[in-house]
């Protein structure tokens, strides 16, 4: 193969240089990624360089040396940072693998038609030469592609911590020209979010589970469901929801496919105001005790509850004087007792829908009721009373929930406890 190659080597050169022009040509014709990139010029020296490379190739491979790939690696790498499709880049080769071919017959041909036979052998050597070319070149391109992936990704979690880690502008700047709304506003516009709109901030709860990779997408498809931008960090994971026109209600559905408990916070009009929001996510959350199970947590929806949670002290001392007899009492008898009042809260005061919800005789519940009220001095019928039981059952439900989360997971995280005390199984799959 070496003695052919020389004996046309002229010939050859003319031929794919020809053939580069005609490469180029094409390439720029039918794909607008690589017009965009680079000129005519440009391309066709990188083709004709190519070509030329896969000769010499051929030749190496034919004194059993390896082919020299650091060009093409090169080529890969540049290609990858440039942006041009990976598949863009390897159509260019195989066309001109083929092209180059075409070149040796008919330079082989021209020179003397009765060696052809001697060229065929070379067939396949000149196609293991032009794979690993091609191998180097897609290896350099996905190593390239994968490590700039890991820069983008961490890069866009460092833009999400100043949105939601910095200051919301109340610490004696104006939010809207301070340092920490001015880094807010930067970090923003690179991630690709306008300076005003709709915003909310969801703070998924932390249960050991494997972490979601953001929720799917809303009824209406991709393409109408809110945008959302996941940051999954050891203590749990936030998300960015860019609401547009749909309502801060839209997160339930958009969340109901995770199975966990979250917490939302109100919607917000500009990047600077997140942090607040992300604060204000997380003490909805809290509002969502263990034993209601998979839930969404509006924190416009539950404020008062939002208040026993932003209050530890005064969340402690609540549950004492409020509740102290009734927490006193046996497991068993104070299990029940909470159990009654919460369900009886959740049916707006209706002990006939409390006693459905709870499978037990109406009377059953008034009994349960009055007891609560000798116990705590509270009458059910004073609205005033009625406030500061529902306030201290709150704060036993969120402190339940924190021991909980203090606590080893249970050998079958698929199951927890209602309020009524029958088992139920989350939504979640298993891990």
């Known amino acids: 193969m070496e003695r052919i190659i020389e004996e046309i080597r002229e010939d050859l050169s003319r031929r794919i240089a020809v053939a580069a022009d005609r490469l180029a040509d094409r390439t720029l014709t039918e794909d607008p990624v690589y017009a965009a990139l680079l000129g005519r010029a440009e391309l066709r020296e990188r083709i004709h360089h190519h070509l030329r490379q896969a000769v010499e190739g051929l030749v190496r491979s034919s004194r059993g040396l390896p082919v020299e790939l650091a060009d093409a690696r090169a080529v890969g790498e540049l290609r990858a940072r440039q942006g041009l499709p990976l598949a863009s880049l390897l159509r260019t080769y195989r066309r001109g693998g083929r092209l180059l071919w075409q070149s040796l017959t008919e330079a082989v041909t021209a020179h003397d038609?009765?060696?052809?036979?001697?060229?065929?052998?070379?067939?396949?050597?000149l196609w293991d030469v032009l794979d690993q070319m091609t191998d180097a070149v897609s290896e350099a391109y996905r190593r390239t592609e994968a490590a700039h992936g890991d820069r983008d990704r961490e890069r866009r979690s460092a833009l999400l911590d100043v949105l939601f880690d910095g200051t919301d502008g109340t610490?004696?700047?104006?939010?809207?020209?301070?340092?920490?709304?001015?880094?807010?506003?930067?970090?923003?516009?690179?991630?690709?979010?306008?300076?005003?709109?709709?915003?909310?901030?969801?703070?998924?709860?932390?249960?050991?589970?494997?972490?979601?990779?953001?929720?799917?997408?809303?009824?209406?498809?991709?393409?109408?469901?809110?945008?959302?931008?996941?940051?999954?960090?050891?203590?749990?994971?936030?998300?960015?929801?860019?609401?547009?026109?749909?309502?801060?209600?839209?997160?339930?559905?958009?969340?109901?496919?995770?199975?966990?408990?979250?917490?939302?916070?109100?919607?917000?009009?500009?990047?600077?105001?997140?942090?607040?929001?992300?604060?204000?996510?997380?003490?909805?959350?809290?509002?969502?005790?263990?034993?209601?199970?998979?839930?969404?947590?509006?924190?416009?929806?539950?404020?008062?509850?939002?208040?026993?949670?932003?209050?530890?002290?005064?969340?402690?001392?609540?549950?004492?004087?409020?509740?102290?007899?009734?927490?006193?009492?046996?497991?068993?008898?104070?299990?029940?007792?909470?159990?009654?009042?919460?369900?009886?809260?959740?049916?707006?005061?209706?002990?006939?829908?409390?006693?459905?919800?709870?499978?037990?005789?109406?009377?059953?519940?008034?009994?349960?009721?009055?007891?609560?009220?000798?116990?705590?001095?509270?009458?059910?019928?004073?609205?005033?009373?009625?406030?500061?039981?529902?306030?201290?059952?709150?704060?036993?439900?969120?402190?339940?929930?924190e021991q909980a989360a203090t606590r080893p997971a249970a050998p079958d995280p698929r199951v927890s406890p209602t309020p009524a005390g029958r088992a139920r199984r989350s939504p979640r799959r298993p891990a």
């Open 171 to 401: 610490d004696g700047t104006d939010g809207t020209d301070g340092p920490s709304a001015a880094a807010a506003e930067a970090a923003a516009a690179q991630l690709g979010l306008p300076e005003r709109g709709r915003f909310a901030v969801v703070v998924l709860a932390s249960d050991g589970s494997p972490a979601p990779a953001g929720p799917p997408a809303g009824p209406g498809g991709a393409a109408s469901a809110p945008r959302v931008l996941w940051r999954i960090r050891a203590d749990g994971e936030i998300a960015l929801i860019e609401l547009g026109h749909h309502p801060l209600e839209s997160v339930r559905e958009l969340l109901a496919p995770l199975g966990v408990r979250a917490g939302v916070s109100p919607v917000v009009g500009a990047p600077a105001e997140l942090a607040r929001a992300h604060r204000l996510a997380a003490l909805a959350l809290r509002t969502a005790p263990d034993s209601e199970g998979p839930r969404t947590a509006l924190l416009d929806e539950r404020l008062p509850a939002a208040l026993v949670a932003a209050e530890a002290e005064l969340a402690a001392r609540l549950r004492q004087v409020v509740l102290g007899p009734v927490l006193a009492l046996p497991a068993e008898d104070r299990r029940t007792l909470l159990t009654t009042l919460g369900t009886w809260l959740a049916c707006q005061g209706s002990t006939t829908y409390a006693a459905q919800r709870l499978y037990c005789h109406r009377n059953t519940v008034s009994n349960r009721l009055r007891r609560l009220e000798q116990l705590t001095g509270r009458s059910l019928s004073d609205p005033r009373h009625v406030v500061e039981l529902a306030l201290a059952h709150s704060a036993v439900l969120q402190r339940g929930t």
């Open 113 to 125: 038609r009765a060696a052809l036979p001697r060229l065929l052998p070379g067939a396949t050597a």
